[in-house]
């Protein structure tokens, strides 16, 4: 082939004109998705140029054979953990090269081989979110240029997998009375979870699931469950429950208990009578297991129990104390008692619930949820019993306590101010201007455990107020407070700009004072002689007020009356000369 001049060639570019008009091939803008929303191949054959290989006003690319392009057709597209692979059958005749171009929100793949399938990587797609694509077909002609078909075929909505995750499981709560459990794990998100072929649950978005198994048979019970992402089953995992003979007493699930990560709190253990059980006990025990996470903070010798008579009804104490000889295993997450109620009345009608409680602490990383579990062990004249009760634990990561200055209401320039207020217990702060910078040295300083906090700054002199916020550090957590602005207690002397009125017109007067006041206009006689106040005047001190001087008037007079932080003062007497 010959290389011509662009002049040369115009000849040729009449021709490809005509050529290009005949066979329906229009320049213009980027790949558009008309018919995306439809689910179809738009079957026009209307196609453009790739505006990346735009040419000068005056050049047409050479353009001798006829081109012929039809939007793609069987197309579909599959995902995997990784990515998606698309297929389809891009539609081209009389060009060099025949491809797809693919569009999805942040792709664009152009000039690809899909027929057997082309694989784009996830990227920053996230798991579980949808996005909407379609596809060109995209050809090169004898002479290379780029072109595409103006109608698309969708590629329909495509939504990214959640990377699967084994199923996990376990016992999370248990009542031996109702013969029930509540079992929660973790499983891909969305996944579904069966039990004998039945869904019993769906993980959340965050993989995590839970569900009760009613009406057990005493003895052990293997529960297994299963996880299907989709309709496909991918693994399974079991847990093993065991309820003993039915007997005097039944373990029964407490309300559940939230500690704070770092704190001690008080958790029950709950017991209910099935029969009425009268003392002595004989060789009873009751064995307390602190939740994981926790250990018992102080194991008393002796606790008192509480009962009621309805599962509504109010805690009321034993007369005496039921458990003694508190002893705790050498880790702290075992404590042993026996039980002997030293009153030789000591009754428990059937139906009647009783609980005993200790203080746990939980770890500075405690977190998600535990079980506080209650074992009692004995005999009584009636019978035997063995049973376990158990209170599901809730850990919360502990929270910074907001920020207050309670002093001082104002500051003094040019001397030692004592500043304090309230934050977090325990926790070191520093003093900081609003971006952040230190501007108290000696830091960090120390929140007293009542959550008080104090330090003491030099206002530098001709100060009208000081600004400074508390950054304050506990729990692993850093946060910083609002800027806190106390006034100077002194007053600037005013000043006014305006050095002459207009007689008979609206004035505008002007002039400087203690920013942040509040002031008043007053004639010689203190009577407010602009409506509307008091004024603010702005951060940088300066105020403004408007006035008509009156008509022949040689000059006008007024003063300010100036209040902040509770102090009001009065300027002198200002006289401006008519011009």
């Given amino acids: 082939m010959t290389v011509r001049s662009a002049a040369a060639r115009k000849p040729i570019v009449a021709v490809v004109l005509v050529v290009l008009a005949v066979t329906a091939l229009a320049t213009g803008a980027a790949p558009a998705a008309a018919d995306e929303q439809h689910g179809r191949a738009d079957d026009s054959t209307s196609i453009e140029r790739d505006p990346a290989e735009a040419v000068a006003d005056d050049e047409v690319a050479p353009h001798e054979a006829r081109v012929s392009m039809s939007v793609p057709v069987n197309v579909r597209v599959t995902t ?15 060009v060099k090269s025949c491809s797809s171009w693919i569009h999805f929100p942040g792709i664009d793949e152009k000039e690809k081989s899909t027929t057997n399938g082309y694989f784009i990587r996830w990227g920053d797609w996230q798991e579980g979110t949808s996005r909407t694509g ?21 590629l329909g909505v495509v939504t990214r997998p959640y990377t699967a995750r084994p199923i ?40 995590n699931w839970s569900t009760a198994v009613n009406g057990l048979p005493v003895g052990t019970s293997t529960l297994t ?50 029969a009425d059980v009268t003392t002595p006990l004989s060789r009873a025990t009751v064995q307390l297991s602190a939740p994981a996470g926790s250990t018992f903070a102080d194991v008393p010798s002796t606790i008192r129990g509480e009962y009621r008579t309805s599962p509504s009804g109010a805690w009321t104490p034993f007369a005496s104390d039921d458990l003694h000889n ?31 409680g200790i203080t746990v602490r939980a770890s500075e990383s405690a977190s998600g949820n535990g079980s506080f579990r209650m074992t009692a062990v004995g005999s009584a004249p009636q019978g035997a019993f063995d049973a376990t009760g158990a209170t599901p634990v809730t850990f919360e990561q502990p929270q910074l306590s907001p920020v207050s200055v309670t002093e001082p209401t104002t500051v003094t320039p040019d001397a030692s101010n004592r500043f304090g207020g309230t934050a977090t217990p325990g926790a070191t702060f520093e003093v900081v201007d609003g971006s952040g910078t230190v501007i108290v040295p000696g830091g960090p300083f120390l929140v007293g455990p009542d959550g008080r906090w104090t330090f003491e700054h030099v206002v530098p002199t001709g100060s009208t107020e000081f600004r400074f916020a508390v950054r ?9 407070s609002r800027v806190f602005t106390i006034p100077a207690d002194t007053l600037h002397e005013v000043r006014v700009t305006t050095t002459s009125v207009r007689a008979g017109e609206e004035n505008t007067f002007v002039g400087t004072a203690t920013p942040g006041a509040t002031y008043r206009v007053l004639n ?6 602009v409506a509307g106040g008091p004024f603010t005047i702005d951060g940088y001190g300066r105020w403004v007020f408007d006035r008509v001087v009156s008509k022949g008037a040689k000059e006008f007079s007024f003063k300010l009356e100036i209040e902040k932080a509770g102090r009001t003062v009065t300027s002198p007497l200002f006289t401006i000369p008519a011009a």
């Fill in 168 to 207: 996990t499981a376990r016992l999370y709560g248990q009542d031996d009375e109702l013969r029930s459990v509540t079992i929660v794990g973790t499983a891909t998100p969305t996944a579904t979870i069966r039990r004998g072929g039945v869904v019993v649950a769906a993980a959340d978005r965050n993989g």
């Fill in 134 to 154: 379609h596809v060109h077909t995209y050809a090169r002609d004898i002479f290379g240029y780029g072109w595409y078909t103006n109608g698309s075929t969708s």
């Fill in 80 to 94: 995997s953990e990784s990515g998606f692979t698309v297929y389809a059958t891009p539609r081209c005749s009389g």
């Fill in 524 to 529: 010689a006689w203190g009577t407010e002689i």
């Fill in 326 to 356: 508190g002893s705790v295993s050498t880790d702290g997450r075992t404590a042993t008692f026996d039980w002997v109620p030293t009153r030789s009345d000591w009754t428990l009608r059937a139906g009647t619930e009783l609980r005993f």
């Fill in 472 to 480: 304050q550090t506990a729990f692993g957590k850093t946060e910083t």
């Fill in 225 to 274: 469950f299963q996880q299907y992402v989709g309709e496909t089953y991918r693994d399974q995992v079991s847990v093993s429950v065991t309820f003993r003979e039915r007997n005097l007493l039944a373990g029964v699930s407490g309300a559940n208990t939230t500690v704070v990560a770092g704190s001690v709190a008080t958790v029950y253990g709950h017991l209910r009578a099935l």
